[in-house]
């Protein structure tokens, strides 16, 4: 007796009932397929007929799967990959003509460092291409694994069970200050730093790592205010005696646009890599493939191999 799903007309139904699966959003699915959302409804509408279960029921939380579904997703799963390895049906990624939709998990510091550049370059070489920034997350492994997320850029030392990554360059610690400010010269001490009023951001995923370095060295700051993202540092640093530390690239980005100066951070904060993180399901997937590439393009300092699946 032969399987259901091995008896489905057309291979693309057996692709939308893969996708579905992972996104939970006929939207999503559309915009991955390069297709409208009226003809993946349609479609959809052969999938329940041909195997007699609605599949996918809409819900608060997105079409979840019914139990149907999930007995089946395993099977189909294995039929697209086998169709991959033998027949290579997925059409090669043409940059000048996709329309595809990529989502990007990034912290809010990248989106004023690493996405106006990233953005360029895909309008250049990709202009019907979108692009989506998401937050950078404790959901973001899982994002990756379900294609929800194409690929996470930042520092994210959790994520790790078949996630590749690749290092695009390194971060120290730097202050940035008024360049009139009354007290601080060229250069920044320690005894200066501890004696002056701060501003504490606490966003970023390498803030732990300037908290554990302060309480490692023993050194207390007087804040007086508290950020819970980079919005509005710099008018603020520009227009007060306030001294914000924070990591390099965004430091010196802040400094550029907002006329600020940049110090050597006095306190020996370690430093971190950032990353361009995407799921093994994906690593050879031709659209994914292009963006990783431009991300290195765009921001590698040098060129260390990929770290395979932590």
């Excluded at 399987?3 to 692709?15: F, S, V």
């Amino acid at each position: 007796m032969s399987h259901p799903l091995n008896d489905l007309p057309e291979l693309k139904l057996l692709q939308l009932f893969d996708v579905l699966h992972r996104t939970r959003s006929v939207s999503r699915a559309a915009e991955q397929m390069g297709q409208s959302q009226p003809t993946i409804s349609i479609w959809l509408g052969k999938l329940r007929q041909h195997l007699g279960d609605p599949l996918f029921v809409r819900t608060p939380g997105g079409m979840q799967p019914t139990p149907r579904a999930e007995a089946l997703i395993g099977q189909c799963r294995e039929i697209l990959e086998s169709m991959r390895r033998l027949s290579a049906w997925e059409p090669e990624f043409t940059p000048a003509t996709a329309q595809r939709h990529f989502r990007i998990c990034m912290t809010d510091a990248s989106h004023a460092t690493l996405l106006p550049r990233l953005l360029a370059r895909v309008r250049e070489q990709a202009p019907h291409v979108r692009l989506e920034a998401a937050r950078i997350d404790g959901h973001t492994a899982e994002a990756l694994a379900s294609g929800e997320a194409d690929l996470a850029v930042g520092h994210a030392p959790w994520l790790a069970s078949g996630i590749y990554q690749q290092v695009l360059f390194q971060q120290d610690w730097v202050c940035l200050v008024n360049p009139k400010h009354p007290r601080v010269g060229k250069t920044l001490s320690l005894k200066r730093y501890q004696a002056e009023a701060h501003i504490d951001v606490a966003a970023g995923t390498g803030h732990q790592l300037l908290e554990a370095a302060l309480q490692q060295h023993r050194v207390e700051r007087q804040v007086l205010l508290e950020l819970p993202g980079f919005l509005g540092l710099g008018p603020i640093v520009s227009s007060t005696d306030l001294i914000a530390t924070l990591p390099r690239h965004i430091g010196e980005t802040l400094a550029e646009m907002a006329q600020l100066s940049v110090r050597n951070c006095p306190v020996p904060v370690p430093g971190f890599d950032v990353k361009q993180h995407w799921h093994a399901r994906y690593h050879q997937d031709a659209g994914n493939r292009w963006l990783r590439g431009l991300m290195a393009d765009l921001f590698m300092s040098r060129r260390p191999g990929v770290r395979g699946k932590a």
